[in-house]
């Protein structure tokens, strides 16, 4: 089966993954609560930036989208915190969900630092 380039990168296949557990965790969730809305479109974010940098033809373009990535699971992880707040979930499910952003996050570290060696991530 052919593929788009992005797909054969792992971060954007943890990120789908992330997508679909937060979409089966998103269901027991009133969508009246922000962080409902919040984490859906956060979630969203991280696969769609990630598989937009990666098309770029230049570093810099490229860095632009893999931070907005990695700044979007940022936001996932502080949602996950705030529904543990409003006792919408369990710090184990949090953890869960953290425990894979964690992994997002570093990998996108690691692709922004070679199109971006000059700036601390």
């Not at 788009?4 to 971060?11: A, I, T």
């Not at 937060?22 to 269901?27: I, N, Q």
């Given at each position: 089966m052919k593929q788009?380039?992005?797909?054969?990168?792992?971060?954007y296949q943890q990120s789908i993954k992330f997508v679909a557990w937060?979409?089966?965790?998103?269901?027991s969730i009133p969508?009246?609560?922000?962080?409902?809305d919040q984490l859906d479109r956060a979630s969203t974010s991280v696969p769609l930036n990630i598989a937009e940098g990666n098309g770029k033809s230049t570093p810099k373009d490229r860095c632009k989208f893999f931070d907005t990535a990695r700044g979007s699971a940022l936001e996932c992880a502080a949602c996950l915190d705030v529904l543990v707040a409003k006792r919408k979930i369990?710090?184990?499910t949090a953890e869960a969900g953290k425990t894979m952003l964690i992994e997002v996050v570093s990998m996108l570290v690691g692709l922004?630092?070679?199109?971006?060696?000059?700036?601390?991530?």
């Open positions: 788009f380039d992005h797909e054969k990168l792992s971060v937060s979409t089966d965790l998103l269901e969508k009246s609560i922000a962080a409902h369990g710090l184990d922004i630092r070679p199109n971006s060696p000059d700036r601390a991530v």
